[in-house]
């Protein structure tokens, strides 16, 4: 896993930890700002799928 990897995992934590001491009133939130970014660094986003 590269330094930028980490960065971008530890962004993705800070702002999970966030949304749960202020929760956002919809779940659509939690899985654009979460779920999203752990499949963007997972690399899940390029090919092959």
Known sequence: MTDFQKR??????????NLLDYPPMLEK???LSIVSALLFVGEFYLHPF
């Open 8 to 17: 971008q995992l530890y962004q993705i934590k800070a702002g999970y930890f």
């Open 29 to 31: 939130t939690i899985s």
